[in-house]
Nanobody, 126 residues
Framework: QVLLVESGGGLVQAGGSLRLSCAAS????????MGWFRQAPGKEREFVAA????????YYGDSVKGRFTISRDNAKNTVYLQMNSLKPEDTAVYYC???????????????????WGQGTQVTVSS
């Protein structure tokens, strides 16, 4: 069992920045690839970013490329999402998730994630 707890959400003006954190407890954090997803009201959960176990590879959704950066600190059992140049359309609940194996090698597929956090709200005002 892996427990994931997100933090760092809040209200920010368009163009601003936030850094989300996701602290993991339980099984060895370094055994899992980690991802971030988000869900806006009335929309499906959307892939944001993912990083492999070692941190050697990263993946991003098209809507956040060049603005968001995923990173991890295996010594602290924590994954981060640095969000810059935020837009009102980035408003959503952000979830971190842990994956033992990506589904069909696809880091954006929700089925590949075994554990999910409770989410943290990010609101970007215009």
């Amino acid at each position: 069992q892996v427990l994931l707890v997100e933090s760092g959400g809040g209200l920010v003006q368009a163009g601003g920045s936030l850094r989300l954190s996701c602290a993991a407890s339980g099984h060895a954090f370094s055994k899992f690839a980690m991802g971030w997803f988000r869900q806006a009201p009335g929309k499906e959960r959307e892939f944001v970013a993912a990083m492999t176990r070692s941190g050697g590879s990263t993946y991003y959704g098209d809507s956040v490329k060049g603005r968001f950066t995923i990173s991890r600190d295996n010594a602290k059992n924590t994954v981060y999402l640095q969000m810059n140049s935020l837009k009102p359309e980035d408003t959503a609940v952000y979830y971190c998730a842990a994956s033992g194996v990506f589904y069909n090698g696809n880091p954006s597929h929700r089925s590949g994630y075994d554990y999910w956090g409770q989410g943290t709200q990010v609101t970007v005002s215009s």
